[in-house]
């Protein structure tokens, strides 16, 4: 099985500032990685798939970059709307697997 | 506007049996390859099951291979997931989701407990 290490689990950031989350693969997934937001109420929004594309309606702030085992999610400015849970998830090969995700806390 | 609507959670005994359907809208449901994913509370997401558009193939976790099985009929735009010998441990919010395409339900809370 492919393991997903997805860092800072948690991180304090303020309203405007760039933050990057990371993901790494255990081995080579092809860009064959979703970003994903979580709500608190648990609503779940794609926000990137095939490592840097966004999905429909996502806007320009987020972006999505990596190759082979490391890729990661940047907020280029952060809005009140992005203070959420953040994951990865990998769908190179079965299982699929998600990383562990990240909580993007306002500091 | 695409809605993917999970149903036919609820509370159940261990050992016990229950199907999950999620009825799919405003997309071409037949051309879209479908996942289920839970979340336990207070933790992370967790794939489970994966059918081709076609039902051709299936894939499932090591955690419910042999206890769930997925199916879909493109008929009538759902998939299924059935749910048997259930576990403590299988209590987790169910979501449905395409392989591609970014579409997720809302979610359809299964709780085992006796």
């Excluded at chain 2, 336990?40 to 489970?48: D, H, Q």
């Excluded at chain 2, 076609?54 to 997925?70: E, W």
């Amino acid at each position: 099985d492919i393991q997903m290490t997805q860092t800072p689990s948690s991180m304090p950031a303020s309203l405007g500032e760039r933050v990057t989350i990371s993901c790494r693969a255990s081995q080579g997934i092809s860009n064959y990685l979703n970003w994903y937001q979580q709500k608190p109420d648990g609503t779940i929004k794609p926000l990137i798939y095939y490592t840097s594309n966004l999905q429909s309606g996502v806007p320009s702030r987020f972006s999505g970059s990596g190759s082979g085992t490391d890729y990661s999610l940047t907020i280029s400015s952060l809005e009140p709307e992005d203070f959420a849970m953040y994951y990865c998830q990998q769908y190179d090969s079965s299982p699929l697997t998600f990383g562990s995700g990240t909580k993007l806390e306002i500091k | 506007e695409v809605q993917l609507v999970e149903s036919g959670g609820g509370l159940v005994q261990p050992g016990s049996s229950l199907k999950l359907s999620c009825v799919a809208s405003g997309f071409t449901f037949s051309n879209y390859g479908m996942n289920w994913i839970r979340q336990a509370p207070k933790k992370g997401l967790e794939w489970i099951a994966l059918i081709y558009y076609d039902s051709s193939n299936k894939y499932y976790a090591d955690s419910v291979k042999g206890r769930f099985t997925i199916s879909r009929d493109n008929s009538k735009n759902t998939l299924y997931l059935e749910m048997n010998s259930l576990r403590s441990e299988d209590t987790a919010m169910y979501y449905c989701a395409s392989h591609i395409g970014g579409y997720w339900g809302q979610g359809v809370m299964v709780t085992v407990s006796s």
